[in-house]
């Protein structure tokens, strides 16, 4: 049985996160200020929901995608991985195709401009809508502490959510169907 994941980054900025609330007296609400970045190498595994992740405050590089890699090959060893990514400068250089050769890693990337396709993109929406959206967070360890909870309770805490999230439900357009 073949391990199937979807790969992406989320970069997620300590501020203010708007909400809604109808008053008829006005009301401040604290916000964080600065732009600290909490960045999230994630891995969604189709069948389990499970996302493995890599994390950092600076930059998802390469290097990230290939300890990705890596930390994949050595959680489901012996089982061919196949991973679903984006065409982002760091995930299709030399390096990381080297580097998922030589881990017997299968790549595929997705068409530019096409995040849709890529499921952990709503995975990245719905922990954004848990933990970010009229939320205030005292410090960025708080704030980076909150969001890797979320993450890693994703597949048993939020399993009803990501069940509905991450279906196979594919519609698949060929160019007859668009002219006609």
Known sequence: ??????LDASHFVMGGFPGRVWSLVRKWVKTACGRKRFNVLG??????????????TTYITS?????????????????PIKIILDNARYQHCAAVIEAAER??????FLPTYSPNLNLIERVWKLVKSKVL????????????????????????????????????????????????
């Open 43 to 56: 891995a969604l595994n189709f069948v389990t929901k499970k996302v493995e992740t890599i994390v950092n």
């Open 1 to 6: 049985m073949i391990e199937l994941f979807f």
């Open 103 to 108: 881990l017997g890693v299968e790549l595929v």
């Open 133 to 180: 959206n009229s939320a205030y967070h005292e410090t960025f360890e708080v704030f980076c502490q909150i969001i890797e909870n979320c993450v890693d309770s994703l597949h048993t805490k939020l399993a009803s959510e990501m069940k509905t999230l991450i279906t196979q439900n594919f519609r698949i357009v060929n160019e007859s169907d668009i002219i006609a």
């Open 63 to 79: 290097t990230e995608v290939i300890a990705m890699l890596e930390k994949l090959t050595q959680e489901y060893v012996g089982k």
